[in-house]
């Protein structure tokens, strides 16, 4: 696991930077799951979504000369928001590998805060474009996931779950890269070990499973346009496939169905404006796929809030 030191290190790091955002109690959406539901809600972090927590740890932890080469780094959308972001605060350039077909509002919104935008066709060859952008200008390189700073940062999330819920039973969060479940399951675990850890992932497009079963990150197949964009990197990263053996009790599948619905009732009911993967969390408690005991006391993440309104679900 991450080293609960330098998670801490990370949380004085981004502090009075990044919001800590609130836990809201989510009583009626609760009651539909016989738990009592609250929903940790960094759809109100900085730029949308959990991001610029891991984001301006690992910026913030470069040196000087490594800011001055600039940035580059690759995303479908919420992670290069949040390094253009980060490169805003340090004074560096910023260059961001994109799907094209990754959400225009997206798009928009990460050249907004400043960054050059470098589209791909081809998501399963992503990461090997970002390689060759970073190696002709010799550019720093901030993994969206897999990067030991950038995931502290991710679990200074959990580190506020637990000092501002400390009765809670169970922690619910969704996995793409998984970096945000790597860095919740290690500050969890190593101050409260009974707390369990639940991780959501696509059932159309599992990740972390077979990641799992093969002991080492594996290529995956993800649908194309789905709602959840944010969860579909073309594999996981090898810190969360070591962190999930250790420190992740259970992982379930969410339908693309059950996080339309999800969707909507979080906007409905909770008034949040939440995108897909920030959903899916609350998505696998509503239609019943996770399983918890009655009356458990339960936060869901909802990780972001980056709706692009052309895919919003519609009855």
């Not at 999330?157 to 922690?171: N, R, S, T």
């Not at 409260?192 to 992932?201: G, I, L, N, Q, W």
């Not at 002991?215 to 197949?221: A, E, I």
């Not at 070591?242 to 409905?268: C, N, S, W, Y």
């Amino acid at each position: 696991m991450i080293p609960l030191p330098d998670i801490r290190a990370a949380a004085e790091r981004i502090a009075g930077r990044v919001h800590r955002t609130p836990i809201l109690s989510a009583a009626s959406l609760g009651a539909r799951a016989g738990v009592r539901l609250y929903l940790k809600c960094e759809n109100l972090q900085k730029t949308g979504s959990f991001k610029p927590r891991g984001a301006l740890n690992k910026v913030l932890s470069l040196s000087a000369e490594e800011r001055a080469r600039g940035l580059v780094t690759v995303s479908a959308g919420n992670h290069a928001q949040a390094v253009a972001w980060a490169a805003q605060i340090a004074g560096a350039a910023c260059t961001v590998v994109m799907p094209t077909a990754a959400p225009q509002s997206k798009i928009d919104a990460t050249r907004g805060y400043g960054a050059e935008i470098v589209l791909h066709d081809d998501r399963a060859t992503l990461f090997d474009r970002l390689a060759e952008v970073r190696d002709a200008r010799g550019l720093a390189f901030v993994h969206p996931f897999d990067d030991p700073d950038v995931v502290a940062g991710a679990g200074t999330i959990g580190l506020e779950i637990l000092e501002d819920f400390a009765d809670v039973d169970v922690v619910v969060v969704p996995v793409g890269g998984g970096g945000v479940l790597s860095g919740i399951a290690s500050a969890i675990k190593q101050v409260r070990p009974r707390v369990r850890v639940v991780a959501v992932e696509l059932a159309e497009g599992p990740g972390l499973a077979p990641a799992l079963a093969a002991g080492k990150p594996v290529p995956v197949t993800r649908p194309w346009g789905t709602l959840a964009d944010g969860m579909t990197p073309p594999f996981v990263g090898s810190l969360a496939v070591q962190i999930a053996r250790e420190a992740v009790d259970e992982i379930v599948g969410v339908t693309e169905a059950a996080i339309a619905d999800a969707m909507k009732l979080l906007m409905t009911r909770a008034k949040l404006y939440v995108e897909g993967g920030g959903a899916a969390a609350t998505a696998a408690l509503l239609d019943g796929t996770l399983r918890l005991p009655a009356g458990a006391r339960v936060v869901a993440l909802v990780s972001g809030g980056n709706v692009d309104l052309s895919r919003v679900p519609r009855d």
